[in-house]
Each structure stands twice: as structure tokens, then as C-alpha cells.
């Protein structure tokens, strides 16, 4: 089944404690997205990657860290998360310039 | 990125047409108008999109003002499983991966 899978679907962690979140791919697709979504806020990019070792900022980079060393692989990384970081994290794909994304099930994150 | 705007919230009664407007005045002529949906906190789902033509798959259909200032989304006959936030973007087909989504419309289908 074509999909975009994210993992964990949700974490609790400690203010200061590294950790990644995975995003994995199986259609192949050059394009790969961050969103945060919070209440209020709407879904806000993060980071977003056009292909391999090609990545940008989004809206809301600060605080974050992606890489994109394999097609199918974007992971995001906070280095040090704090309780702003609190929020439900989605991963997306899409295959080119005009097609639209595929989107994960969710990461909800809690900072404490 | 041009901004858009959409009404808040809207009902529409089950099996019945609805229909989301959408206003994008300041559309350039290279964006393309996309729609996403949001059923509760499940990811977004990639709905239709279009240029300046009407655009129907099996979901849905796109309407597209002449001027291409705003457009209409239509589910032909709206069930209980399209309650749903629906998210019109505009973006430049060129501009590599970034979407900026607004704050939608949230949709309620009522028996």
C-alpha cells in the first residue's frame, strides 16, 4: 500500500532531550514535507525537501533539524526540545512540481 | 504564495451538493489552486487541483472563476464522512515543496 509512515505516533519526552522523529515513503516521491499543526494555528511547514541532500526552510524552522540522505527517508530532529515544541507533527510526499501530498497519520509530541 | 480566504464553517445536509468557495484574489497567473481535507487530527487528504480550467475526479469537482480570483469546491452528494476541515492553497507549481495551508473551512454533513 502506497504510504507515508511516521514514527512514533506519539512521544512524551523531557525539555532538553534529543530525539527523532522517522518519516518513511514507499512511492518513490522527490518531494518531502514537516507540518506542525497547533490549535489556533493552523498546519505550519517546518522544513521541506526537493530531493536527496536537498533541503529548505519552511514557516517554522527554529528549533529543527531535518536531513535527507535516501529518497524514501526525511527525518526530523530536535536537537533540544522544549514544551513550545508541544504539537501534532505530520510528514508529507508528493512526486513532483504538480501533484498534490500525501500525508502521514500524525506524531503527537508532548514536551514536559 | 497568495493568500486565501475561506468562510470559517459551513453545513450541508446529507446527500446534498456542497459547495466551498474559496477567495484567492491575488492569485498570480502561475499558482494553481489545490484542496486538502482534514477529518479530525488524521492527516490531510489531497483532494483536486487546478489551473484555471474546472477540474472532477472521482471526490470532487473544482470551479474556477474566469479571473481566477476565487473557486468553488463541489462534493456532488455530501455523506457523514465528509465532515471534515477543508483547506484551499495556492502555490506556484514551481516553488519545489513549500504549501502554505490557511485555516480552512470546517464542513458538518447533517442527517
Known amino acids: 500500500e502506497a504510504q507515508v509512515t511516521q514514527n512514533p505516533r506519539y512521544l512524551i519526552t523531557v525539555t532538553g532531550k534529543k530525539l527523532t522523529v522517522t518519516c518513511s515513503q514507499n512511492?518513490?516521491?522527490?518531494?518531502m514535507s514537516w507540518y506542525r499543526q497547533d490549535p489556533g494555528l493552523g498546519l505550519r511547514q517546518i522544513y521541506y525537501?526537493?530531493?536527496?541532500?536537498?533541503?529548505d526552510k519552511g514557516d517554522v524552522p527554529e528549533g529543527y533539524k531535518v536531513s535527507r540522505k535516501e529518497k524514501r527517508n526525511f527525518p526530523l530532529i530536535l536537537e533540544s526540545p522544549s514544551p513550545n515544541q508541544t504539537s501534532l507533527y505530520f510528514c508529507?510526499?508528493?512526486?513532483?512540481?504538480?501533484?498534490?501530498?500525501?500525508f502521514g497519520s500524525g506524531t503527537r509530541l508532548t514536551v514536559v | 504564495d497568495a493568500k486565501t480566504t475561506q468562510p470559517p464553517s459551513m453545513d450541508c445536509a446529507e446527500g446534498r451538493a456542497a459547495n466551498l468557495p474559496c477567495n484567492h484574489s491575488?492569485?498570480?497567473?502561475?499558482?494553481?489552486v489545490y484542496w486538502y481535507r482534514q477529518i479530525h487530527s488524521q492527516g490531510p487528504q489531497y483532494i483536486i487541483h487546478?489551473?484555471?480550467n474546472n477540474e472532477t475526479n472521482e471526490m470532487a469537482s473544482l470551479i474556477i472563476t474566469e479571473d481566477r480570483k476565487s473557486s468553488t469546491l463541489i462534493l456532488p452528494h455530501a455523506t457523514l464522512r465528509d465532515t471534515a476541515v477543508y483547506y484551499c492553497?495556492?502555490?506556484?507549481?514551481?516553488?519545489?515543496?513549500?504549501?502554505?495551508f490557511g485555516d480552512g473551512t470546517t464542513l458538518t454533513v447533517k442527517p
Open positions: 508529507a510526499s508528493r512526486y513532483g512540481q504538480s501533484y498534490g501530498y500525501t
Open positions: 512511492m518513490n516521491h522527490e518531494y
Open positions: 525537501s526537493m530531493n536527496v541532500e536537498v533541503t
Open positions: 491575488t492569485i498570480s497567473g502561475n499558482e494553481y
Open positions: 487546478g489551473l484555471k
Open positions: 492553497i495556492v502555490r506556484v507549481n514551481t516553488n519545489a515543496g513549500k504549501s502554505t
